[in-house]
Each structure stands twice: as structure tokens, then as C-alpha cells.
């Protein structure tokens, strides 16, 4: 497919890749900003529970060149992120309790959606400034639910959407897009579709792409157990072809969509 978005993406970094953003304190948030600070389009990107990975800031990157924007990521969960071990096959009693604790945690959405409105308002959201938003899995949930009456958002979108519900698709009052993964309850997914595709949104499955896998790696004769979202988020795969071209593939539809808006 050629389009104006596509010409411009510039190619991934498969390893050691250095962000080109800059962080700073919005709203009391740590921020990774990126992209062109004078400019009056800002996208607010939610990071998934992995946190500031590599591949997320890529993502970041990629749209900011690619729209000539400005691309805001705020650490909503303050340092706080999901563990690797807590997901190994050989996790313990801590382990789980940990991890049990964390989910808690992440699901207070009702926690995070006011953090989200604050560091907008504090980066400006007055006339001529233009917003939109896009979240990765856990992400994804907070993007919905800010995207309802009231929001700063001309256009929004869920990434391998994590807690997918068609009561958030109802509720939301923009332009929306989904990019689901094949692991999404297809269901609720079409659900999304026949709600959000009335408002000017898209949905769209990559029938190839799983929501998450575990990968073993040896190193030094020592196990690791890697969480792979192989496809646009923390743990996206560079080293797997089909993940790489998926990861391009995706951040080009979502350049394509949001640019309409921004």
C-alpha cells in the first residue's frame, strides 16, 4: 500500500535503538516527548504495563516523524511496571503474589484517567491546539475511556487492545480505531466494529499477530523468560520476521488514520 504516511515512516531499528526524544516533568509525570515541541498537534501515547521499552519509544518516534508532530508518552505508573519473572513457568509463591498485587494496581482505571487529562491541560489545550491518542494493550483501555463526551481528542486508538469491552466503544464519542490482535475475543471485536465504524473509526484484526507468547532465551547457561507482545508494544520482535513487518505495518496504519485528524 502507498500512501503519504508510508513515504515518510522512517526504517526500524532492530537492535540498540537510541530514542530520539527527551524526557521531562509534565503534570508531576515523567514524560517522553518527541518530535517537534512547537507544534500545536500533540499526540498522548499510553505505554503498556511493560513501561518505557525500547520498541514503545520507537513507536513514538516513528508517528512523530511521520505526522510532524509532537508525541507525549506520561508515566502513569510511576516507575511501577510488570516483571519479566512474574510470568516464567517457574514464578513462585512471591511471584504470583507480586504480580497479583501489580494487576490490582493497573486496574483502578478510574485512577489514571484524570493523571491522562492533567498532563494534556498542563501541555496545552487551549484554542488551536489539537490532540489525539493511542494506547498499547493496558494503554489502550485508559486511550477508550478518555476518548467519551468531554475529550480533548479528535481521534483515538487501541493497539492489541488488553480488557476489551464493547461498553467502552459505546461510550466512546470520536473518530476510533482498534487494531486487534488475533488473540482478541472476536466478538467483542466485532462488536467494536459495528459500534465504531458508525463514527468514522476502523477495525482491524492481524490474523497473524498473538497478543503475548513466552519465549525462551539461554544466556551463560541461565534462563530467561521473556513476555513477547511480538507485534507493536514492549515486547515486540525484531528478530521474527513476520513481527517486524507486522510492527511496520501497524504503526503505518495508525500514521494513516490518525493523520486525517491531526
Not at 68 to 97: F, M
Not at 116 to 127: F, H, L, P, Q
Not at 185 to 206: A, H, L, N, Q
Request: net charge negative.
Amino acid at each position: 500500500m502507498t500512501c503519504s504516511a508510508c513515504l515518510t515512516i522512517p526504517p526500524v531499528v532492530k537492535t540498540d535503538y537510541t530514542p530520539k526524544g527527551t524526557y521531562e516533568n509534565i503534570a508531576g509525570l515523567k514524560t517522553y516527548s518527541t518530535g517537534s515541541s512547537n507544534s500545536t498537534k500533540t499526540l498522548l501515547a499510553v505505554y503498556d504495563i511493560f513501561g518505557f521499552a525500547p520498541q514503545t519509544l520507537q513507536g513514538a518516534d516513528i508517528l512523530a516523524t511521520a505526522l510532524n508532530i509532537r508525541v507525549l508518552i506520561p508515566d502513569l505508573l510511576n516507575g511501577r511496571y510488570a516483571q519479566g519473572e512474574w510470568y516464567a513457568p517457574s514464578a513462585g509463591e512471591a511471584e504470583k503474589k507480586a504480580q497479583g498485587e501489580f494487576m490490582g494496581f493497573v486496574m483502578g482505571w478510574d485512577a489514571f484517567v484524570p493523571k491522562m487529562k492533567e498532563v494534556m491541560e498542563a501541555a496545552g489545550t487551549g484554542e488551536g491546539k489539537v490532540w489525539a491518542g493511542y494506547g498499547l494493550c493496558w494503554g489502550g483501555k485508559l486511550i477508550a475511556q478518555t476518548s467519551t463526551t468531554s475529550t480533548h481528542f479528535k481521534a483515538s486508538a487501541q493497539i492489541h487492545p488488553g480488557f476489551l469491552a464493547s461498553t467502552d466503544a459505546e461510550a466512546v464519542t470520536i473518530p476510533h480505531m482498534v487494531l486487534a490482535s488475533k488473540d482478541e475475543d472476536p466478538v467483542v471485536v466485532g462488536e467494536y466494529k459495528s459500534i465504531v465504524e458508525k463514527r468514522g473509526g476502523k477495525v482491524e484484526t492481524f490474523a497473524v499477530m498473538p497478543h503475548g507468547r513466552v519465549t525462551l532465551s539461554f544466556f551463560e547457561s541461565e534462563m530467561e523468560v521473556l513476555i513477547r507482545y511480538r507485534w507493536m508494544g514492549a515486547r515486540a520482535n525484531f528478530d521474527d520476521e513476520e513481527g517486524l513487518k507486522e510492527y511496520e505495518r501497524g504503526y503505518t496504519a495508525l500514521a494513516e488514520f490518525l493523520k486525517g485528524y491531526l
